[in-house]
Nanobody
Framework: QVQLVESGGGLVQPGGSLRLSCAAS????????MNWYRQAPGKERELVAT????????NYRDSVKGRFTISRDNAKNTVYLQMNSLKPEDTAVYYC????????????WGQGTQVTVSS
């Protein structure tokens, strides 16, 4: 049974920082690209950042480039999202996602963690 468990969300003032973690179990973590998505109230879920299975390549949506950093530790089966210079518009539920395409696609989701940026 695959489990992705996010942690590290919370309330932070504008300009502050948070680090999200996502611990994975029940899958061969190093075979999966890992993604962070977010969904704000009344909006669609959007892709925030991606890291390849070996950590060699990352990609970010434009609005977070230079502020967020995705990384992974395959020895710990964990992916991270370091978020700096947070803005109110970053407020959302953040979801961890594991994705692999091997013939068919495999995708798994965490339960989400709330990030609120407010003074």
């Amino acid at each position: 049974q695959v489990q992705l468990v996010e942690s590290g969300g919370g309330l932070v003032q504008p300009g502050g920082s948070l680090r999200l973690s996502c611990a994975a179990s029940g899958l061969i973590f190093s075979n999966y690209a890992m993604n962070w998505y977010r969904q704000a109230p009344g909006k669609e879920r959007e892709l925030v950042a991606t890291v390849t299975s070996n950590g060699g390549s990352t990609n970010y949506r434009d609005s977070v480039k230079g502020r967020f950093t995705i990384s992974r530790d395959n020895a710990k089966n964990t992916v991270y999202l370091q978020m700096n210079s947070l803005k109110p518009e970053d407020t959302a539920v953040y979801y961890c996602n594991a994705f692999r395409r091997a013939g068919k696609s495999y995708t798994y989701w965490g339960q989400g963690t709330q990030v609120t940026v407010s003074s």
